[in-house]
């Protein structure tokens, strides 16, 4: 039975995205059955994994119950995604009606058997989507740049996370805080490592050991249609991430 884990920040550009190929990308080169759901209606990790997004099912259609979850997956190299589509930015208003939070958790039921790993691309807001995604997870990793911004931004997911764990899903857990574009030299880094440490302890969460530095080979690979491990396997990033894959197997995830 697949663990559904969220990457989530609902702070925009830290990496969500990234983080979710890459560390799904990890799990699938490690011998797991990987499967992604791009909640992001902007379908950033549909077009990286090379996924099609116009003529085919999308997440939109399954929340809709238009389309069938399973055959609405698509095999890549990297991983099966279940790609997202413009179209998804406009549920919030489209789905009003009770149980609305559980449409992706009842969405996933029928494939959870078949992999080991469900990641959840969440949209940089605190949505339904967003609820959708914590309702339907066991775990949630948080993307998080070194800078006094995302400080701010994580206070207002913790409440969300209470919220969900309060009326929807009691189980979630934040398993940790991966900063991400890090840099160890610069003061600033290092100061607002400190400061996360302390967020972290506050969301009774963690700091992950691994950090990810900032490299450009990560959005060449993303405009490549490649994941970093194909597109540049000794690049730092990759071996970073790939430490991340292996900090969190540590972890027992
Ligand atoms: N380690 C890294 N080094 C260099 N660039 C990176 C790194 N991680 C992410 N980026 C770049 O930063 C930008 C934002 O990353 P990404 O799309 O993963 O963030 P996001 O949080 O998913 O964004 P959004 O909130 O818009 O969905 C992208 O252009 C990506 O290529």
Partial sequence: M???????????GVGKTTTTGAVAAGYKLKGYKVLCVDLDPQANLSFSAGAETEECPTIYE???????????????DSFDIISSNILLSGIELEFTQ????????????????????????????LSILTVNAFTASDFIIIPMLADIFSLQGIAQLSETIDRV??????????????????????????????????????????????????????????????????????NGAAKDYMDLVEELIERGL
């Avoid at 884990?5 to 609902?10: E, F, K, L, Y």
């Avoid at 160890?184 to 969460?205: C, D, F, P």
């Fill in 2 to 12: 697949a663990k559904i884990i969220s990457v989530t920040n609902q702070k925009g």
């Fill in 62 to 76: 399954i929340l809709k119950g238009e389309a069938n979850t399973y055959f609405s997956i698509q095999k890549m």
């Fill in 98 to 125: 009770t149980g609305r939070e559980y449409l992706l958790k009842e969405a996933l039921s029928s494939v959870k058997d078949k992999y080991d790993y469900i990641f959840l691309d969440t949209p940089p807001a």
């Fill in 165 to 234: 764990r309060k009326y929807c899903n009691s189980n979630v857990k934040v398993e940790g805080i991966v900063l991400t574009k890090f840099n160890m030299r610069t003061v600033l880094s290092r100061e607002i490592k400190g400061t996360a440490e302390l967020i972290a302890e506050r969301l009774n969460t963690e700091i992950f050991n691994t950090t990810i530095r900032s490299s450009v080979a990560v959005m060449e690979a993303q405009t490549n249609q490649l994941d970093i491990y194909n597109y540049s396997p000794k």
